[in-house]
């Protein structure tokens, strides 16, 4: 669609991205109910349970998910649109997945839901569809703190289109956007922007209505990457004001899925990839080739099972206060509302207590007074130990965490630390606990505590 036919929804202001339903956190029996429903958390490693740091790359997901998942396959596993019972059921299944996805993420119209293989998919898609619109010249604006998935597809059309492609930078003390360096990148040419809801590497939530509302303002698409955000706190597309943003299931407790949200006119005016038998309606304009149906009734159990976390214990439920949400779209932000009260305690735990472990340095925001700010990811360096070398001892302990660049390449070049191998990356959901960032902070002062001691004997 080209710049001059956008018709920009209005966008709010910062705290639409921030605002997180009032909830009390977990307290230990709710912990233990919510754990309960998680199978992996059973897991033990040499006697002792087994530890999910690595939530950045993929949660895990409850055992309803996994039900469903197995319950489609022996019940109603059928193509799409068959005139039999299966295939009706299976077609009754999508359209309902479809408007819970548009309730988690605060859609109007379940038309505006596609589901493909992941965000990166997705994106390519998306970028090749918004590239047939571009001239040689226009320009697309992306930022160093995004993860590559949200930069490479827009970078390939400098080859494709000949579209000019400018950088917005980070704040290297805190890895916060540069928004004044994205005031300058924006101009007459500018078609769209891409940005990132939560960084994937350091948790920096962006101040993204902002930055839509700066984009809409210069006449430009914005394309939200809400992967490493979904897991942490309430998506609103409306109050967003986006015309885009993507999301992956499999990071909030869901199978391995992409879940995009675009506005129908803007959805309505590209030109999808597609076969020629292929409808053009919404959604199946966009979700090409025959849906993975065990995958989508998988989503439609996560689904259900934020809406028994929010019922159960946000306000009105067992656990919580008064007011019980009567909808699902109230029950989703209830849950929402809970996870965050309850990352909000593991955030301030952690950034304490890592603090403390001796060559241990955090990067991004470390000010605990600034946790509206970000979500509970933090990646570090540790003085004298390799980033893999450290994960490599954490996983002996039974420690999952990550090392490397995890595709915020960009940021981890800005930062200086791509030759010495990125950094270690813990993740905290709602289903972590206080004891578990314990065990990270001895199993860390075991690993610097040998290192002493082997330099001490030398």
């Not at 790359?57 to 319950?71: K, S």
């Not at 998935?149 to 540069?178: I, M």
């Amino acid at each position: 669609m080209p710049a001059d036919q956008i018709a920009s929804r209005p966008s709010g202001g910062q705290s639409a991205v921030l605002a997180v339903p009032a909830a009390r956190p977990l307290t230990d029996a709710g912990m233990d109910a919510v754990r309960a429903q998680f199978p992996a958390l059973s897991r033990e490693h040499d006697g002792r349970s087994y530890v999910y740091l690595d939530g950045p790359g993929g949660t895990q997901v409850p055992r309803g998910t996994i039900d469903a998942m197995v319950g489609y396959l022996a019940r109603f596993n059928a193509n799409h649109e068959g005139a039999f019972p299966t295939s009706e059921e299976s077609d009754a299944m999508l359209a309902e997945v479809h408007a819970a996805a548009a309730d988690y993420l605060g859609a109007a119209d379940a038309g505006e839901i596609v589901f493909g293989q992941n965000m990166t998919t997705l994106t390519f898609a998306l970028s090749r569809a918004v590239g047939r619109t571009l001239k040689h010249g226009d320009e697309v604006v992306v930022t160093r703190l995004d993860h590559d998935a949200n930069v490479a597809p827009w970078l390939a059309l400098q080859e494709e289109r000949g579209v000019r492609v400018r950088w917005v930078g980070v704040h290297e003390e805190d890895c916060t956007l540069d928004m004044d360096g994205l005031e300058r990148a924006l101009g007459p040419r500018t078609r769209l922007v891409a940005v990132g809801l939560a960084s994937n590497a350091v948790g920096t939530l962006n101040p993204v209505p902002r930055i839509v509302e700066m984009a809409h303002a210069a006449g430009a698409l914005t394309y939200v990457d809400a992967v490493h955000a979904a897991p942490h706190v309430p998506l609103d597309v409306a109050s967003l004001g986006t015309d885009f943003l993507v999301c992956s299931p499999y990071k909030f407790f869901g199978p391995h899925l992409g879940l995009l949200y675009g506005r129908r006119d803007v959805l309505e005016g590209l030109d999808a990839y597609k076969v020629r038998p292929a409808t053009s309606e919404l959604p199946g304009k966009w979700e090409t080739g025959t849906p993975p149906g065990e995958s989508l009734a998988g989503l439609l159990a996560t689904f259900g099972y934020l809406e028994w976390l929010g019922a159960t214990f946000g306000p009105g439920g067992s656990g919580g206060g008064s007011g019980a949400a009567t909808t699902r779209r109230a029950r989703l932000r209830a849950a929402m509302g809970v996870i965050g009260a309850t990352e909000r305690g593991l955030a301030r735990r952690a950034l304490t207590a890592l603090g403390g472990v001796p060559g241990l340095r955090l990067r991004g925001m470390v000010d605990p007074n600034r946790l509206a700010e970000r979500v509970p990811t933090f990646a570090f360096t540790l003085a004298g130990h390799s980033p893999r070398e450290v994960a490599t001892e954490l996983g002996r302990r039974g420690i999952a965490v990550w090392d490397g660049d995890y595709y915020a390449y960009e940021l981890i070049r800005a930062l200086r630390l791509a030759e010495s191998g990125g950094m270690v990356r813990v993740g905290f959901v709602h289903y972590n606990t206080a004891a578990e960032i314990d065990r990270l902070v001895e199993a860390l002062a075991e690993i610097t505590g040998r290192s002493s001691a082997v330099k001490g004997e030398a």
